[in-house]
């Protein structure tokens, strides 16, 4: 099959990115250059991201990181065959910024563009990193979604379950917070974690073995609260406590996952070798990834996690996933707009992206 070279651009949340990426479905793809420039010195002092801060860094900088990355790839922009962005679902702000601007190298240099969705970037990685074939399972746990899905295309989705309240990694952003270490959070609680006791505060773990959601929905909320409550106290050992949140967290994305690999097995039972895919920024931990490592194999599962680099945002995950949707033959019009909202299955899309309970 053909190779195809494509330009990646991401700016959804605080990540300005930029990567060119050659090869063709099912990969692995070859990543020519990935450039992420972080904004968290910019956000830290706020404990969170400031979408007006965001955008705004996103405009200064986003032209010297896609010359960077067509430089580092020693690739001309005549020399790229189309140009990704993603599209959404993310800050509008920041989104609006990285869309325009791919339209506007679309435009010049006559190539097409495809429009993303973000989380079809996570989901796809592992097809970029490892060339993991359809149908797969995903566990999507990032900042702003948790959810598991059955993955059978580029394009097709279909969803098993999805966080009811907090995403997973906004549930470790707000444990970082009440436990004062520094953000993002995801990295510094499982660093305190893995110099702490996990049984030293018992934790709640809600919807623990319940059928809510055919028993793949998540909940962090009573988690968070279980924590304040015990911060508020008073001493409160901070290792102690991110390893008790760790473990508790770790314990509902096991089950949640393990009813997740039943529910695949009974829809997709000819799989010779079926495989769980773990993706988003909370792939990234260690801790999570091995608890999950031995559920798959238990269950006769392959497990694929792409290296932590391209579990956080990045871009070549977008011109990975620009490049599946343009070798089926997709590309988008110029005047696709930006959305906030945007879920993978489509049986959830009303079409606007806002008329449903979203997960983020
Ligand atoms: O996928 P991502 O980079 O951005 C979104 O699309 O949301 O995910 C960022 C999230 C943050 O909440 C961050 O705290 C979390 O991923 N994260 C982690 C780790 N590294 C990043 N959570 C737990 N452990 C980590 N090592
Ligand atoms: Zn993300």
Same mark, same amino acid.
């Given at each position: 099959m053909d190779n195809f070279t494509v330009l990646g651009i991401e700016t959804s949340c605080d990540e300005t990115a930029a990567a060119v990426v050659r090869g063709s479905p099912p990969g692995p793809g070859e990543i020519l250059s990935n450039i992420v420039f972080s904004q968290n010195e910019a956000h830290a002092p706020y404990g969170g991201v400031v979408p007006e801060i965001a955008s705004r860094a996103h405009l200064e900088i986003l032209d010297g990181v896609i010359e960077s990355a067509l430089e580092q790839a020693k690739v001309a922009l005549g020399d790229i065959d189309a140009i990704a962005a993603t599209a959404g679902p993310g800050l509008i702000g920041g989104v609006i910024v990285g869309l325009t601007t791919a339209k506007a190298l679309a435009l010049a240099a006559n190539k097409p563009l495809i429009a993303v969705n973000h989380l079809a970037g996570h989901a796809l !990685? /592992?097809?970029? %990193?490892? &060339?993991? /074939?359809?149908?797969?399972?995903? *566990? *999507?746990?990032?900042?702003?979604?948790?959810q598991l899905l059955a993955v059978e295309g580029p394009e097709k989705f279909w969803l098993?379950?999805?966080t009811m309240d907090d995403a997973a990694g906004e549930a470790f952003d707000k444990t970082a917070k009440l436990l004062g270490l520094p953000y993002p959070g995801g990295p510094a609680v499982e660093e305190a974690a893995a110099h702490g006791n996990a049984r030293r505060y018992p934790l709640p773990r809600p919807l623990l073995g319940r059928p809510q959601g055919s028993g793949m929905a998540f909940?962090?909320?009573?988690?968070? %609260?279980?924590?304040r409550q015990l911060v508020q106290t008073g001493t409160v050992d901070v290792n102690d406590a991110a390893a008790s949140f760790q473990a508790a967290v770790i314990d509902i994305l096991r089950d949640r996952t393990g009813n997740a690999l039943s529910r695949f097995q009974q829809d997709f039972p000819d799989t010779a070798a079926p495989t769980l895919v773990v993706a988003g920024g909370v792939a990234a931990n260690f801790a999570i990834g091995s608890a999950l490592t031995v559920l798959a194999e238990s269950r006769n599962f392959g497990i694929q996690i792409p290296?932590?680099?391209?579990? !956080?945002d990045n871009a070549a995950m977008i011109a990975w /996933? &620009? *490049?599946e949707r343009f070798a089926a033959g997709v590309s988008d019009s110029i005047g696709i707009g930006p959305r906030a909202r945007w879920p993978l299955d489509p049986g959830l899309d009303g079409g606007h992206g806002d008329q449903r309970q979203d997960t983020a």
């Open positions: !990685t /592992a097809r970029l %990193t490892d &060339g993991v /074939a359809f149908p797969f399972l995903l *566990l *999507l746990v990032s900042g702003g979604h948790c098993y379950g999805s909940s962090f909320s009573g988690l968070k %609260t279980a924590l290296p932590p680099n391209y579990c !956080t /996933a &620009g *490049l």
